[in-house]
């Protein structure tokens, strides 16, 4: 049974680096994206990116030159790095699987993850 | 970027009802839309792909519709575990982007 396990630090002051990592267990990397989703009361559910083997990672505009996903595959993780974080980047951050059998969608989710921003 | 509109934003029905959840896209997305499932405190989950694939293991209560810009998640009869909030998403370009929710809860 495939699981994503994700992890990283869930207190940030402004400023600082969110680091997140999300481990695939059950499964392989290939053929499949993975990819980064938040979620706030005030913005929903809100795309961050995604990567697969290709190397091919499009970003949400509105991260853009913040925001870095990469893919490990010794490891058999992704992880994400959002820089300069503010309090409107405090969320629940979610990985994800991606699928794109005829259509594209998020099949399976990690635990999430709940990122606090403070000083 | 492809905005997605979802209607009601609430509702309350009872166990048995027939409930409908409406989602419109800003544009176009041919068949790019998918319909996920969420409780308090977890992960969404996937309930209907490529806007009619029910997925494996997802009721047969539930059903989806739809084209173009305009796109239906059917409950054709409520279950006590069916209460949630109910989101829509497209999946056509990036940035992928979803409805704001329904929540669906207990009359």
């Known amino acids: 049974q495939v699981q994503l396990q994700q992890w990283g630090a869930g207190l940030l002051k402004p400023s600082e680096t969110l680091s997140l990592t999300c481990a695939v267990s059950g499964g392989p990397l290939h053929g499949f994206f993975w990819s980064w989703i938040r979620q706030t009361p005030e913005k929903g559910l809100e795309w961050i990116g995604e990567t697969d083997l290709s190397g091919r990672t499009p970003y949400n505009p509105s991260l853009e030159g913040r925001v870095t996903l990469s893919l490990d595959t010794s490891k058999s993780h992704f992880s994400l790095i959002l820089t300069s974080v503010t309090a409107a980047d405090a969320a629940m951050y979610f990985c994800?699987?991606?699928?794109?059998?005829?259509?594209?969608?998020?099949?399976?989710w990690g635990q999430g993850t709940l990122v606090t921003v403070s000083s | 970027d492809i905005q997605m509109t979802q209607s009601p934003s609430s509702l309350s029905a009872s166990v048995g009802d027939k409930v409908t959840i409406t989602c419109r896209a800003s544009q176009s997305i041919p068949g790019y839309m998918n319909w996920y499932q969420q409780k308090p405190g977890k992960a969404p989950k996937l309930l209907i792909s490529?806007?009619?694939n029910l997925q494996s293991g997802v009721p047969s209560t539930f059903s989806g519709s739809g084209s173009g810009t305009e796109f239906t998640l059917t409950i054709s009869s409520l279950q006590p575990d069916d209460f949630a909030t109910y989101y829509c998403?497209?999946?056509?370009?990036?940035?992928?982007?979803f409805g704001q929710g329904t929540r669906l809860d207990i009359k």
């Open positions: 998403q497209q999946s056509y370009t990036t940035p992928r982007t």
């Open positions: 994800a699987r991606g699928r794109r059998a005829a259509r594209l969608y998020f099949d399976l």
């Open positions: 490529a806007a009619t």
